[in-house]
């Protein structure tokens, strides 16, 4: 079964930045492409990156081009976002999910909280 | 980018009626060489992450109930729930995962009459 598990949420002052990661299990990550999705309180998922299975293709939203950064070990079945340059805006719960073949799985999600 | 427009916003169907709520993407998301339509359909309940119900716009997950179904082609996708139970009261989205940014409509909020 493919299990994902977020941390690293917690709350940071405008400006600041917050390392998220997704670990893995249950399946093999170099098979699948990450992404990465928020939901800001009481609205709906915006997509907001994606890396293929060697990173060499990599996609943002525009309002984050720039200030986050996505990466991935395969080898420790593990999927980064480096998130840089916070604003309120930024405040979401962040899912990681993996991609093959049509398919997604998700994960449980991490709160990311900006203010001062 | 695409546009993925969801309606309606929000839906009250009766215990044992069919809900019936559409997505329609600004461009095609049919990608012809496989002949797949790269549009997906979540549920997502409060407090907890979206489940994926269906892929390729047809395919039904495993372990999904089959009341649900989806359909359409190219720009036109429709997510049918028969059957309405207590259960399936949720926030309904469309993700399509053609091109880059992937967008999600903006949800579709589904209760019980």
């Known amino acids: 079964e493919v299990q994902l598990v977020e941390s690293g949420g917690g709350l940071v002052q405008p400006g600041g930045s917050l390392r998220l990661s997704c670990a893995g299990s249950?399946?093999?990550?170099?098979?699948?492409?990450v992404h990465w999705v928020r939901q800001a309180p009481g609205k709906g998922l915006v997509w907001i990156s994606r890396m293929n299975q060697d990173g060499g293709i990599i996609s943002y939203v525009d309002s984050v081009k720039g200030r986050f950064t996505i990466s991935r070990d395969n080898a420790k079945n593990k999927i980064y976002l480096q998130m840089n340059s916070l604003t309120d805006d930024d405040t979401a719960v962040y899912y990681c999910a993996v991609a093959a073949s049509g398919w997604w799985g998700w994960g449980q999600g991490t709160l990311v909280t900006v203010s001062s | 980018d695409i546009v993925m427009t969801q309606s309606p916003q929000s839906l009250a169907v009766s215990l044992g009626e069919r809900a019936t709520i559409n997505c329609k993407s600004s461009q095609s998301v049919l990608y012809t060489a496989n002949n797949n339509n790269y549009l997906a359909w979540f549920q997502q309940k409060p407090g907890q992450p979206p489940k994926l119900l269906i892929y390729?716009?047809?395919i039904r997950e495993s372990g999904v109930s089959d009341r649900f179904s989806g359909s359409g082609s190219e720009t036109d996708f429709t997510l049918t729930i028969n059957s309405l139970q207590a259960e399936d009261v949720a926030v309904y989205y469309c993700?399509?995962?053609?091109?880059?940014?992937?967008?999600f409509g903006q949800g579709t909020k589904l209760e019980i009459k």
């Open positions: 390729w716009a047809s």
């Open positions: 249950g399946f093999t990550l170099s098979n699948y492409w």
């Open positions: 993700l399509q995962y053609s091109r880059s940014p992937h967008t």
